[in-house]
């Protein structure tokens, strides 16, 4: 699976076509991340880690077509 | 390939730039006649697959380039040039896909050697990366299209590039050969005399770099170098921060003479820059700690890693200002200089012709 940002939504879309895996699961995070601070860091990790292992697990859907 | 239909060449034009087929500027309206004429003259199969262009993976046949070349106004002349420089980005090293999809501004400078240029007409003296050059402008804008039209790249969605530069519309030039100093730039990379070759470079835009000459100091020669890696070593270029990747420097007529009477070899340009181009470990600590190796605060970090990755040519009008090139510096292969030679003894002579 794959972490995009907002801003490189459409480009995670292209890549992954482009590399022949449409459907590899994409998990969409705020832009920026990098940067942020480790405050910030750390509380986007904690919002996001149940969901990241759900779509790993497959027990969520990722968000492809959001 | 998929064939367009419109009423007439205005149309075209319209489907085109709908389409999202152009760089924003019109186009050449690459009809099946003016592509087939542009094949032929390389001599080649129109089926013939040069390779995939990232980031989209594209097949760069003959016919999709010689497509792209058309809109781009080239004269079958330039295919040979435009097909070189295909294969040169092709190379792995090259790193295609990575840097069209990097958010840097990068794009590819190409430098012709060799007697093509005489035969294309590529410019190498005043602005030569200016306008007014048909064949520069030309020949970089096909090359710009095939990257966008078969490569895939769009900006905003697979060419990443934050703001871009004007070279991302073209960006080619010829090494002045007659005025350098030293041997073809493509001869000291391997080319063999008299060889026409393109080296490519995914560069930003070009840095001026100010110094004036003083015939009776004996000091002109290190004032030079020294203003020249101190352009290179410009802490916002990703080379200072990264200490890796390829740098070009065009040395105008005038400062290549300073260095080359000097009794100075390209070789020991390259070397002097290498060693000149420098920061300390603690000024780019200050600036981006994130990129920063560990080390002591005095250590001089350099900004390029040897001395062939400062790729040395003479070009542009004499005067005051040289200009030097900062690269990406990073992909897979932190981003090197390619090298491709231009096969003329392929083409086929096309009469000259722009309907």
Known sequence: MTLVTDQFWSQGDFVATSSGMPDIPRVRLPHPVAGTGHDAMGQLAEQLAGKIVGVLRGDVAPDNAA | MNLLTAADEAAALELLHHTECTDGLPVVIPTRERVARMVVATGLDGDLDLGAMGPGGGAATIEKIATNAVMAGCVPDHMSVVLAAIRAMLQPEFDLGEMQGTTHSTAPLMIVNGPVTLHCNIAAGFGALGPGHR??????RAVRLCMMNIGGARPGVSDMALLGHPGK???CLAEDEASSPWEPLADSLGAAPGESTVTVLGAEAPHSTIFVNDADDPNSPQR???SIAAVIANTGSNNASFGAGAVAVALNPEHADVLGSAGMARADVQGELCRLATNR????????PGFVRPGDDDDAVRAVRRPDDVIVFVAGGSGLYSAVFPSWAAGAHHNPVVHERIVTDEACEIPFATS
């Not at chain 2, 470990?281 to 981006?288: C, E, W």
């Open chain 2, 135 to 140: 064949a520069n402008a030309s020949i970089g």
């Open chain 2, 281 to 288: 470990r603690g000024h780019l600590r200050q600036l981006n």
């Open chain 2, 169 to 171: 519309f073209s960006f």
């Open chain 2, 224 to 226: 030079l170098l020294r």
